[in-house]
């Protein structure tokens, strides 16, 4: 770290230990002192640099990480020129020679795989000629810049931090970031960036004089020009005084403008003041009123709509309302050219808002909410309150505390910049491990924390006022108190010398107080630094009160904790999504909905398992588009995003995972991956079975159509599913029967469907039932219907006699039969089978049907396979409607040779429009020939 004067010369530096704080007084730095024979002021601009001393103590305490090469220079001559190492490949992020620094003893660049070590600079190099020097090249993933934070705290009549009874007044002020010199540069219209500053208030009432202190700190010759704005103002084209127009400031030089003397303000002026200048520069106002020794330092603030600082929002951490004496001035400068509508609310510690009040600013004016002090009470419920300012335009604001009354304290002033929160972030807890620290990804600073004399309530003590912003998420504030050289000090101080920071939680909207003289562990007159882990999802910012009432005017100073987002190191680096097994099913066997498992793995830069880090699930296209999950890596590193297809559609998501890495709730190029997910036809199997009922004439075949589903909400076909269909046992007069199936595979068709076909050929009812792939099955229910044939005789008759067969047939099937016909089948006794050349009327000879001409039915009957068969009815059969009833009486004369024996007489009804026929219904008896002879 190194320490300049606004001019660019270096005054001092020291290597500072991680955490550890240094405090140097304007003597030590050399600066000039106030010059009373010439009239000159003292003191100056000093501009702090810091830098790594060794990028591998970044590696060793986990802030990045790198690959390490080695190589080696040859110092040329004479001395003071420049080394050339070719051969480099590839750009390094950072180099390092033993013994030298960077920037101080060398500088370096790469260009065209060389390495060009500069010796130029004023500080040591190797013997110039005499052999080589080692170089230790760095190649990182990132080297993130050193987080510093600074506070000034001035004094009259002692020297140093710590003030006494001899000091007459005491004021101070935080560190101005170089993040607000650039912000400066870059307000409203960019018109080539000129550096523009605002000082929200500047006053001659009430016994105050401002002296305005501007210093360019752009190293080179610069013009500056500064206007005054009235509070109340007629807006940027009205009544305004120019203080400094085209004020020519060499590099590092100041000019001051006190508005009584050198402006000739008169008594009761109160506004704003708006400073522009070509290059770089800096600002102040001290405000004073020697009435009563008091003092105030308000640091100008960038004049800037730039979203990072939250331009139209800011914060007041600690307000006093008529408290204990102290009077509060909230004094906001409208920096839009339009007029501003500004809300100002108060909180008090729970979180709960005590009061509200708006103010209209015109354009480029100020207004000042002022909270007079009407006694010195002791604290009550809503009197150490937070404030919330809020404009319709950009704004910048300056809280005064100020406190006339008697009694303890009397006389004392202060003022700080109304600021904006840190959202909050996550905690990485080694203090377990041999670095001893807790580090935080959203971390506040403090570099001047005092604490007094406990028994006396006297010397330079510090409070530190918090308050979370955020009106939905609590936050942690991880409170850490450190010695100059980094050392944890009590009451955050571990047995082992490691961190052991307070652990306060700040609900939404609350705020809460740190008091260095309740820490009784803490040592007395301690001088050190502070800094608070955020953690959490709120936001926090905070102010630090520092007051000695022992001295003898003012003894107070305030200053803002500096806020230092993304603080290094920068824990989680980098992350592997495992995307999951794809194609799935949407459901399984039991039609549950299959998850989705996406694991994210998240490290740190030691490749070690990264904790809380936030992870998020989105799919943006496909069956589930617009679905998310988050979740929290654990402390293996790894956050599980599951999710299901509860709609149950088929195709491919388009999946992406965000792991926000740097905790700052935005989406960046480096944080996010692609995958997808493909969802096929689920596991689970509905079979439906159609049509559900059915009746069929015996003897004809019936197909049904299987369905087979996934069962999920999509009711999605199932292709190639096995299918089987079935009359089980007992499931009616069919079973067993055998199946035909429109895919030989068995297998269903694109749409899940195949068809199934079997013949009845016994009647009743019949309970398919069809299976598919083993697990699910579906049923329907098929009705077999027949027409109804009896026929019977005599059961015995003598060779020769005449006797009648009646026959009767009924067809109530509900269906017609279009080519009826009856075979009658005449079987033999055994074992006295007919032949070919036999003839039936040597048997019997059918003489009339129903008494009249047998129509040639004797001539139908031939010998077949040993028994006679001979038909009734046209050849080409005959109309039997659904109804039809008809009995038939058939005279039958037996032969007298007819062979004696027990014949089988069947009556078979079957239908000729059908190939081969279909018998639709048969009936049999039996009649016994005898021989009379045997009587």
Known sequence: MEVYDAAGNELTSITLNPRASQTWTAAQLGLPAYDPEEGKPGGGGVVVAAWWANPADLINAGVIRCEIDQTSGSRGTPENTTDQIVGIATEPAAIAIDGFRAGRDYNWWYAGNTLYIDWSPDGAEPAAGQGTYSVTLYYCDDIPLPRIAGAEKHTVGTVGPRTSANTEMVDGYSAIPLADVLLASVGGAFLDAPSRWVIPIVQTN????????????????????????????????????????????????????????????????????????????????????????????????????????????????????????????????NLSSATNQVSVTYYNYAGNVVAAETRTIPSRAMEYVYTPATGSFGIGENQITAVRIQGTAPLAAAIDEVKYLGGQGEGHAMSYAAGRSLQGGFEIDLRDTQLGRVYYLSMLALPLVQKGNPQ???????????????????????????????????????????EDPLTIQIPAGSGATLYTLNYSQMPAGFTGAAVVGVVGDGALLGVSNNVNYEVAGDGSAVFNLAVTPQATPRFAVDFDVDWGESPNPVNDENGDPVSHTVTVTVRDLFGDPAPNVRALLRVTSGPNAGLEVSGTTGANGQAALSYTNDDGELGTDQLEVWVDLDRDGVVDADETETGTKEWVTGLYRVVSVTPEEATNLLGTQHTVTVTVTDGSDANNPVPGAAVTCEVRTGDGPNAGATFT??????????????????????????????????????????????????????????????????????????????????RIIVKPPEPEACGAGDSWTDVFNITAVDGEDPQGINDTFACVDGRWEGSWGPSSGFPMPNGYTADTTFTVQSHASAPAGIYTVTLRLVDLSETPERVLAETSFEIHVTDPSED
């Open 741 to 822: 199936y429109s895919d030989a595979s068995q297998q269903t068709d694109e749409n899940g469907q195949i068809k199934c076909t079997y013949t009845g050929e016994n009647a009743g009812e019949d309970t398919i039932t069809a299976t598919a792939d083993g697990r699910g099955t579906g049923t329907a229910t098929k009705t077999w219907v027949a027409p109804e044939v009896s026929a019977s005789g005599p059961t015995s008759v003598d060779q020769g006699d005449e006797f009648e067969i009646e026959a009767t047939a009924t067809n109530r099937t509900g269906f017609d039969i279009s080519q009826a016909l009856f």
């Open 456 to 498: 006396t309530g006297t010397g330079d003590t510090s409070g530190i006022n918090l308050f979370n912003s955020d009106a939905n998420s609590s936050v942690e504030a991880w409170v850490q108190f450190l010695d100059s050289a980094g050392v944890p000090v009590a009451p955050t101080v571990a047995a082992t010398d490691a």
């Open 206 to 333: 009430n016994g105050w004089n401002t002296a305005i202190v501007i210093t360019n700190v752009s190293g080179a010759n610069n013009s500056v020009n500064a206007t005054f704005y009235a509070a109340g103002g007629q807006g940027f084209a009205g009544p305004s005084v120019a203080l400094l127009s085209g004020e020519t400031l060499g590099p590092g030089e100041s000019i001051v403008v006190d508005l009584r003397e050198d402006a000739g303000f008169p008594d009761e002026e109160v506004g704003s003041v708006w400073i522009d200048a070509t290059r770089a520069v800096v600002a102040m106002a001290f405000r004073n009123k020697p009435s009563t020794e008091m003092m105030l330092t308000t640091v100008a603030q960038p004049r800037t709509d730039n979203p990072v600082v939250s331009p139209t929002l800011k914060y007041g951490p600690l307000v006093f309302r008529d408290y204990n004496g102290w009077n509060t001035g909230i004094n906001i400068a």
